[in-house]
C-alpha cells in the first residue's frame, strides 16, 4: 500500500545534538512538506519541496534543515541551534494540482 | 493574505448529537478547501475537500461540509455524533496557484456518552 512512512515515532535528543528526522513516501508525490505541531498553534510550515534538489523555507524554518536528493524522500534535521525544538513533527507529500495532502504519523522530539 | 479561522478551539457535545465545527476563510478567489481529523498522536486524515461544483461535499465517517461563498465559510457537519469522532478537526485553504495548504489553528472535539 502506497503511503508515507516517518521515523522513528519518538525521539530523545540531549540539548546541543543535531538530529534527523526521516520521512519516506511511495506515492510518487512530487512535493513534500514538514510541519511543527504544538498545542494550540496548529500546523506550522517549516520547509517544504516542490522537486528532487530544491526546496524552499516555510514559516518557522530557523534551527532547521532539509534535503531532497531523491524523489521519495524528504529528511529533517533539526539543529542545535533550534531553541525549543520540543514538538510533533509531521510529514506531508501531495501531487500536482493541489488535491490534498497525505500526512504521514508524526514524529515527537523531546529535548532532554 | 490567505488565512483560515476556526473560532471555536474546543467543543463538547454528547454521543447522538448532531455537530458542526466553524470554518471561514480569507482568500481573494475561491480556493480549494478540506477538512482533515487527527486522533492523538497520529497524522491528520483527509475527511473532505471541495474544489468546485456541488458546494454540500460528503466525506468519509459520515461527514459533510458544505462551502458558502457569501459567508467565505466551510463549516463541516455530522448528524449524529459517535464516541470515536473524539479528535482534532482541521480546516485548510488551498490557493489555486500554489501547492501549499494553509491550516487552521483546530477544533478539539469531545463526545460525552
Known amino acids: 500500500d502506497g503511503g508515507i512512512t516517518q521515523s522513528p515515532k519518538y525521539l530523545f535528543r540531549k540539548e546541543g545534538q543535531n538530529v534527523t528526522l526521516s520521512c519516506e513516501q511511495n506515492?510518487?508525490?512530487?512535493?513534500m512538506y514538514w510541519y511543527r505541531q504544538d498545542p494550540g498553534q496548529g500546523l506550522r510550515l517549516i520547509y517544504y519541496?516542490?522537486?528532487?534538489?530544491?526546496?524552499q523555507k516555510g514559516d518557522i524554518a530557523e534551527g532547521y534543515s532539509v534535503s531532497r536528493e531523491k524523489k521519495e524522500s524528504f529528511p529533517l534535521t533539526v539543529t542545535s541551534a533550534q531553541k525549543n525544538p520540543t514538538a510533533f513533527y509531521l510529514c506531508a507529500s501531495s501531487s500536482k494540482g493541489l488535491r490534498g495532502y497525505t500526512f504521514g504519523s508524526g514524529t515527537r522530539l523531546t529535548v532532554v | 493574505a490567505q488565512s483560515v479561522t476556526q473560532p471555536d478551539i474546543h467543543i463538547t457535545v454528547s454521543e447522538g448529537a448532531s455537530l458542526e465545527l466553524r470554518c471561514n476563510y480569507s482568500y481573494g478567489a475561491t480556493p480549494y478547501l478540506f477538512w482533515y481529523v487527527q486522533s492523538p498522536g497520529q497524522g491528520l486524515q483527509l475527511l473532505l475537500k471541495?474544489?468546485?461544483?456541488?458546494?454540500l461535499v460528503q466525506g468519509i465517517k459520515g461527514f459533510e461540509a458544505e462551502f458558502k461563498r457569501s459567508q467565505s465559510s466551510f463549516n463541516l457537519r455530522k448528524p449524529s455524533v459517535h464516541w470515536s469522532d473524539a479528535a482534532e478537526y482541521f480546516c485548510a485553504v488551498g490557493p489555486y496557484n500554489t501547492d501549499k495548504l494553509i491550516f487552521g489553528t483546530g477544533t478539539r472535539l469531545q463526545v460525552f456518552p
Open positions: 519541496s516542490q522537486i528532487v534538489n530544491d526546496f
Open positions: 506515492l510518487n508525490h512530487d512535493a
Open positions: 471541495y474544489f468546485s461544483g456541488d458546494t
